[in-house]
Structures are given as structure tokens and as C-alpha cells.
């Protein structure tokens, strides 16, 4: 009874890897988890107060379906003043930043299109663009390149199905931050061949070498750019699912479209919170990036230390993306982390065909676990 569409779409492979942690700790094993993109800090207390005065206010029922005004203008003035992306609140769209990407499939995407997009990349977007009937292009990337997309290999991709480029910087798994003149060329590249770009930026502020370029904001691209970021890592908000979509107004109006039909609007108390998020004082997430970058110097340390390892320095995220001389196959690998060193890293083949020999680990955890943990997978390495 199954729609045929599901036929081809996996499970997350780093949701199905939580929960399956979870079930063990609730068995009482110790598990060290390395496998989830999710800050371990608490939301800065300014930002719960806010949403707190919200619900006090009785301020529980729907708002308009792209968003609060308020929160909407905040979002284009933040869009402009820290990427140079010339926008207004009719250009924006609330809603949580997974949602964003998949009815950005939905709305933009016809059976049959090929999207082309770096590989490794992020699980849910290979299942965005199936659901939509469409067909992921993989590009390769190379830990010695630090994972940085050749635009000379896109262009090599296209072909007369093709109709958009996807793009991740800072990248989930990797931690890659591409280069301005990598995103020129994409840039060029889309313009030429008529194009459209899907960027997707919710690590924007998670950098720790070099800079966040906003392709959106190049001569030419905002047209033909869809540019997603949110709240969810900056300001460790992961579970209040809001984030936002950024593009011309007609495809902004067909955005909206598909929320009216699916989730109508995001949660309205949350709403002025993330207003405060964005204007408000900004130290505490200043503080989070800072803890960042000395867990992952600490990790990359650590991790190098393992004999049979190749991992680079990512300059962004807070992901390793290493890879293991092992022949094992990446899921069998971390499934016997898990089992016998009892710590939980999500298998590289999760991420795309380059992924294979690789695992994703998370350093969005305490020095004290990244230190037992690595420990743990040091012996359980030089074991095998």
C-alpha cells in the first residue's frame, strides 16, 4: 500500500543512528555519541525569556503563514548586513530550515530534472530531490582537497534534465567552507547554463578560517537562488525547528503555496523569540563558535594520533569527516564502534558514494567526552 515513491528513499541514516543510541543508553550502556548534528548547549537564556513573554501574552494561535512580520524583517536585514544579500521581508519565508529544502524540491523540481550536488553531502537531500521525483548528480570530492566541489566537474554534469546546483558551505559532513571564487565560478556556471542554485547555509556563522560567501548575493543570482539558513546550530535552537527560506518574490509566493497546504505556519511563541535571537545580544553565540573551534582543534589532535586515520582541518560546521584504511564496508564499521567501543559515529556511506570508507563524528560534545571517546575508538582501531 506504499506509494512508489518512498521505493527509493532511505530511512535518515543519522536519525535511525540516535535513536538507536538511545535505546542503549536507556539499557544502561555507556555510549559516547559523536553522531548527532545538534549543539550541546542550552538556548541563551534571552531567547527563552522572549518566548516565555510570548506565551504569557496568550500569543498562541496562527500567524501569518510566511511568518511574523517582525521576524520576517529581521531576517531580511540580518540576510543583508552579514551577506551582503540585497532582500526585503516580502523575500523571505519562515519555516524550519529541512522543510525549507524539501518543498523547495517540491516547488522547483519536476520528474525527471537532475540536480547536481558535491558528494559527500547531507543525507536528507538526496531523499528531497527522489521525493520529487528528480535524480541526484553526485560531483566526488577528496579529503586532500578538503572536500572543496570542482566547478569544472559540475559544468562536465550538465545535461539538457538538468535544473539545479545544491550547495552546502559550511558543509554537513564535511566542515568545508568553499572558497569566494569557487562560488563565483558555480555562479557563472548557473547564469550560463539557466540554472537554478539551492544553498543551504545554516552553519553561516559556524567558521573558524576564512569566510562565509552567500551566493545569493552575487551580480545576477538572487533570482535564480533559493538561500535556507535558520537558528537551529547558531544559537543551539535545534528543537524549535525555525529557519527560513530567502528568494525572489514569485518563487517566495510559491514557497508559501506549499506551506499553507502542509504545516500553515511555524509555531507562533517561537516567532518573536527568534526575533530576539537575531537583534538581541549576540555574545553567547559568539562564546559557543570559540568552544567550537578548541574541540575541534582538540579533536583533529586526538584523531591524528590514530594510527590508519586521514582526517583534514575543517574550517567550519562541527563535524570530522575522516577516513579508515579498513576494507570494511563504513556501516558495518560503526556499527562495531557502537558494539564494542561503545561510541557512536554515523557511517560515511550515509552522505553519498564518496562517503564509503569514511564516518562522520560530531565534536558538539564536552572535551571530557571527545577525550574518552576517541580514546575508546583509538583502541578499538588499532584492534582491528
Known amino acids: 500500500m506504499v506509494a512508489k515513491r ?3 528513499v532511505p530511512a535518515s541514516g543519522t536519525v535511525a543512528l540516535s535513536n538507536l543510541v538511545a535505546n542503549l543508553k ?3 550502556i555507556d555510549i559516547i555519541s559523536f553522531s548527532m548534528g545538534e549543539p550541546d548547549f542550552v538556548t541563551p537564556e534571552n531567547i527563552i525569556e522572549s518566548c516565555k513573554e510570548s506565551l504569557d501574552a496568550g500569543f498562541t494561535h496562527y500567524t501569518p503563514s510566511a511568518g511574523i512580520p517582525e521576524l520576517r524583517k529581521a531576517v531580511a536585514a540580518k540576510a543583508f548586513s552579514d551577506n551582503k544579500i540585497h532582500c526585503t521581508a516580502k523575500n523571505v519565508l519562515v519555516t524550519p530550515c529541512k ?4 518543498m523547495s524540491s517540491l516547488a522547483f523540481l519536476d520528474p525527471g530534472d537532475e540536480v547536481i550536488l558535491p558528494d559527500p553531502s547531507w543525507v536528507s537531500y538526496e531523499a528531497c530531490i527522489r521525493l520529487a521525483g528528480a535524480k541526484p548528480i553526485y560531483i566526488p570530492t577528496k579529503v586532500e582537497d578538503d572536500f572543496i566541489v570542482d566547478p569544472d566537474l ?4 550538465i545535461t539538457p534534465k538538468t535544473k539545479m546546483i545544491l550547495l552546502n558551505s559550511p558543509s554537513n559532513p564535511t566542515g568545508s567552507v568553499m572558497p569566494c571564487n569557487t562560488i563565483k565560478r558555480i555562479a557563472e556556471i548557473a547564469i550560463g547554463r539557466n540554472l537554478m542554485v539551492l544553498s543551504d547555509e545554516i552553519y553561516e556563522s559556524i567558521i573558524y578560517e576564512g569566510k562565509h560567501h552567500s551566493i545569493a548575493a552575487l551580480p545576477d543570482m538572487f533570482d535564480r537562488t533559493v538561500t535556507i539558513s535558520g537558528l537551529s ?3 543551539a535552537m535545534t528543537g524549535w525547528r525555525l529557519g527560513w527560506a530567502i528568494a525572489s518574490e514569485n518563487n517566495i509566493k510559491e514557497l508559501d503555496k506549499l506551506q499553507t497546504h502542509s504545516i500553515s505556519c511555524c509555531v507562533s511563541f517561537t516567532q518573536p523569540a527568534a526575533v530576539e535571537a537575531i537583534t538581541g545580544p549576540q555574545a553567547e553565540k559568539d562564546a559557543m563558535v570559540k568552544e567550537f573551534k578548541k574541540r575541534r582543534d ?3 589532535d586526538l584523531i591524528t594520533e590514530i594510527k590508519g586515520i586521514d582526517v583534514n582541518v575543517p ?3 562541527f563535524y570530522l569527516f575522516p577516513k579508515y584504511e579498513s576494507k570494511v564496508k563504513s556501516e558495518i564499521f560503526c556499527t562495531k564502534m557502537l558494539e564494542e567501543a561503545h561510541v557512536a559515529v ?3 556511506s550515509a552522505f553519498g558514494p564518496s562517503g564509503e570508507g569514511f564516518f562522520r563524528m560530531s565534536y558538539a560534545a564536552s572535551e571530557e567526552q571527545i577525550i574518552e571517546g576517541l580514546s575508546r575508538m583509538k583502541k578499538f582501531i588499532e584492534n582491528i
Open 6 to 8: 518512498l521505493s527509493g
Open 346 to 348: 554515523t557511517p560515511g
Open 26 to 28: 536507556l539499557q544502561g
Open 154 to 157: 559540475i559544468e562536465a554534469a
Open 233 to 235: 546550530k547558531t544559537y
Open 315 to 317: 574550517k567550519g560546521a
Open 99 to 102: 522543510h525549507a529544502i524539501f
Open 298 to 300: 582538540l579533536a583533529v
